[in-house]
């Protein structure tokens, strides 16, 4: 009996989901600095904007969007490296994304981004899976 489960898929997944997030989180400090310096926040101000990112329900909101599309990306990318169970794949990976990026932030983030962010994030693994599996078809 042939093995379908791909630890090459799953490697690939968390590979886009650490470096996207990366890449998404400089993006959003190098323009929340700018706009925060831009309405005349001092250095320590803009720190301090950002310990607090928590208190603010609008920009954890704003937060959530950048990363409901990298998890599209991630569960296309994995749906494509899987090339079977590709559903499987893409919801493995997302979890353990989770697991790793939700875990520790779940004593300072309140329960409903943490329950929203995994929700959402895992919706966009398998919307972005399916629509590798439409595209193959």
Do not use: C
Not at 9 to 25: D, E, P, R, T, W
Not at 26 to 37: G, K
Not at 44 to 65: N, P, R
């Amino acid at each position: 009996m042939k093995n379908n489960f791909s630890f090459r898929a799953i490697f690939n997944g968390i590979f886009v989901q650490v470096v996207g997030s990366i890449l998404i989180s400089i993006l959003i400090s190098i323009i929340s600095r700018v706009i925060l310096s831009g309405q005349g926040y001092t250095e320590d101000e803009i720190k301090q904007f950002f310990i607090s990112q928590f208190d603010s329900v609008l920009f954890m909101i704003a937060g959530m969007i950048p990363n409901f599309i990298l998890a599209a990306i991630t569960g296309y990318v994995v749906a494509k490296s899987a090339k079977t169970l590709e559903f499987w794949h893409a919801l493995i990976t997302i979890w353990i994304v989770a697991l790793i990026y939700y875990g520790p932030a779940i004593g300072r983030a309140p329960g409903w981004f943490s329950a929203l962010s995994i929700l959402g994030i895992t919706i966009a693994a398998l919307s972005g899976a399916g629509f590798y599996k439409k595209r193959k078809s």
